[in-house]
């Protein structure tokens, strides 16, 4: 099993410039998340998908998109890139609610 | 509303001393705790996790941590420090109404060992 996978793992955008970030389950894991780590700040909650077809904002939603593509891969998409998004992204997917989550490597995205 | 609250940003032992990492949360319900490290340039790692079943909780790389309700607490330990155990560690929340509406975690604590 790859487990928790995403791509890219680094990226630099200018200002404006939107992307994708993707990301992908092996686990058949029922929730998945997508997070952004910022030094000092743990990490902040953006989106998840609680199951196949559903979507919900988490704490810092503003800026971004996110598709539940199907039940193995969840999209994270920037429209208009903003300095203020450089961040270290991670996806992350669970079972359930209290299950632990498995978290992916990573994507280190630098908006210039 | 949750919250975890996660004292000293930095901590720093000597190999082989006790590793006392601190995790305070806040939560309407009962949750379910965590606690993840992070090694640098890597994704998060589950070292151990609470959900109502003993109080008590080991994990991995000899690490455990006790959910002390009366004093919403749930400090993470290690008797004797290893090089190895350098890195992040952070503590989180999820509490139990259902949903699944990720965690919430600490700030974050950044172990260093000392020779």
């Known amino acids: 099993n790859a487990g928790v996978t995403q791509t890219p793992k680094f990226q630099v955008l200018k200002t404006g410039q939107s992307m994708t970030l993707q990301c992908a389950q092996d686990?058949?894991?029922?929730?998945m998340y997508w997070y952004r780590q910022d030094p000092g700040m743990g990490l902040r909650l953006i989106y998840y998908s609680a199951s196949e077809g559903t979507t919900d904002k988490g704490e810092v939603p503003n800026g971004y998109n996110v598709s539940r593509l199907n039940k193995r891969e969840f999209s994270l998409r920037l429209e208009s890139a903003a300095p203020s998004q450089t961040s270290v992204y991670f996806c992350?997917?669970?079972?359930?609610?209290?299950?632990?989550?498995?978290f992916g490597p990573g994507t280190r995205l630098t908006v210039t | 509303a949750q919250s975890v609250t996660q004292l000293g940003s930095h901590v720093s032992v000597s190999e082989g001393a006790l590793v006392l990492l601190r995790c305070n949360y806040s939560s309407s319900v009962p949750p379910y705790l965590f606690w993840y490290v992070q090694y640098p340039n890597q994704g998060l790692q589950l070292l151990l996790k609470?959900?109502?079943?003993?109080?008590l909780v080991k994990g991995i790389n000899g690490f455990e941590a006790e959910f002390k309700k009366s004093e919403t607490s749930f400090h993470l330990t290690k008797p004797s420090a290893h090089m190895s155990d350098a890195a992040e560690y952070f503590c989180a929340v999820s509490d139990r109404r259902g949903g699944a509406d990720g965690l919430t975690f600490g700030k974050g604590t950044h172990l260093i060992i000392q020779p």
């Open positions: 609470y959900t109502s079943a003993a109080t």
């Open positions: 686990m058949n894991h029922n929730s």
């Open positions: 992350a997917s669970s079972v359930g609610q209290g299950a632990w989550q498995y």
